[in-house]
């Protein structure tokens, strides 16, 4: 049985290279290896780089040994000590680097609620405009440092934990991309904020039904829906589900650049993920392993790619129309896909039912999806320019 909720949520069980290094000081340790981090950087493959001095001059480069750096770092290897290093480096049996985890996992986030270089001082803050209610409060427009515009989230007292109303700020600090909604600080003592960059034109499903947003054409949308990929491919590399993709979780700016935000459901995971009992998603928008079995990993997060795509090509409409929850697993468990939205070019739905594979492994990779966007929009765009002489029609101008 599903219990629906009104806030769309529902219960179901990422110097140029010295000609003479100094001297090292007698006793220093013989590992530390200067590095200029000017030099320009290749990555070959999984702990293989490259630093390229002025000179032109390659040098091999380990990938970080020290641990916890969010990012492949490396210090280059002075070519007198390269091959001493490599042997000490590498196990004779497996070839592993004995410097190196043997898996390079996403970076586990810290205890959310303590205060660290993120904390703004609340004195610093202006609440102007309350834009937006959510079960954990308020959502404000207001300003940092009397200039800069900022959303401010709100924690009312009571109303969940504060530590997992600061986990989705504590994820934010490792998600760092301009697909996604940037994180600016923290005030972690109550009442608690989470301060974000403002998004002009807020929820994109509520920006669609706009007049604004009901001009848009559709190479637009499909640009819009290729910025969303984008984001949620670097999600893909850092090995983070998001759980909640939908409209309603992405942020338009007032240049229509696209972000994902509400992190409140991500989970960073290797494979699977398994929700708690009790737990609460969308349910029109999950995948239905998760809707049977409370499993989600990236291909869930697929699935709800291929919902956001109908939501975005029809300006916002909800889901599978005229259904209600309970109705529309009926149909999905008979192996029911919503039909091609008017105005859709074919190539969008296709992409569409890529997504709804009933087998999750079937489904595309975000990087896939990101890529056929945007040729499919560079296509649009040149369709159009061809047009431009003859009468076409409006969806497609």
Not at 140 to 149: A, C, L, P
Not at 253 to 267: P, R
Not at 364 to 393: D, G, I, Q
Request: contains cysteine; hydrophobic residues 35%.
């Amino acid at each position: 049985m599903v219990a629906e909720s009104s806030d769309g949520l529902n219960t179901l069980l990422k110097e140029p290279r010295q000609a003479q290094r100094p001297q090292k000081p007698r006793g220093a340790d013989d590992w530390a290896i200067p590095c200029n981090p000017l030099h320009p950087v290749r990555k070959l493959g999984t702990g293989q780089f490259r630093v390229i001095s002025t000179a032109g001059d390659e040098l091999e480069f380990l990938e970080d040994w020290t641990g916890g750096a969010r990012e492949a770092v490396g210090w280059p290897i002075p070519r007198t000590r390269r091959r001493a290093l490599k042997a000490a480096a590498t196990e004779s049996s497996g070839g592993r680097n004995t410097l190196l985890k043997e898996s390079r996992q996403a970076q586990r986030p810290q205890k959310p609620w303590r205060a660290d270089q993120w904390e703004i001082p609340r004195n610093t803050l202006e609440l102007v405009e309350k834009i937006d209610t959510g079960p954990f409060g308020a959502v404000w427009m207001g300003y940092h440092h009397g200039n800069i515009k900022v959303a401010i989230k709100c924690l009312n007292h009571g109303t969940m934990s504060p530590s997992d109303f600061l986990a989705e700020a504590d994820l934010m600090k490792q998600l760092q991309h301009p697909r996604l909604v940037r994180l600016y600080g923290l005030v972690t003592q109550e009442p608690m904020y989470i301060v974000t960059e403002y998004m002009e034109n807020g929820q994109l499903g509520d920006y669609l039904k706009t007049p604004q947003g009901l001009s848009l054409n559709v190479s637009k949308l499909i640009g819009m829906s290729a910025q969303v990929a984008e984001g949620m491919a670097l999600l893909e590399r850092k090995n983070y589900i998001h759980r909640d993709l939908r409209a309603a979780s992405i942020l338009v700016s007032d240049t229509l650049s696209c972000k994902i935000a509400n992190f409140g459901l991500a989970q960073i995971t290797e494979d699977k993920y398994t929700a708690i009992e009790g737990s609460k998603f969308p349910i029109k928008w999950t995948a239905p392993e998760g809707i049977k079995y409370g499993m989600f990993s990236i291909k869930s997060d697929v699935w709800s790619f291929g919902i956001l795509l109908t939501e975005i090509i029809t300006y916002g409409r909800m889901p599978y129309p005229g259904m209600t929850n309970s109705e529309m697993i009926d149909y999905l468990e008979r192996g029911y896909r919503m039909q091609q939205p008017d105005q859709c070019p074919k190539e969008l739905y296709d992409l569409m039912l890529k997504c709804w594979k009933e087998h999750p492994e079937e489904r595309p990779t975000f990087k896939f999806l990101h890529s056929y966007l945007v040729r499919l929009y560079n296509c649009m765009l040149e369709f159009k320019k061809e047009m431009l002489e003859f009468r076409a029609p409006r969806y497609f101008l």
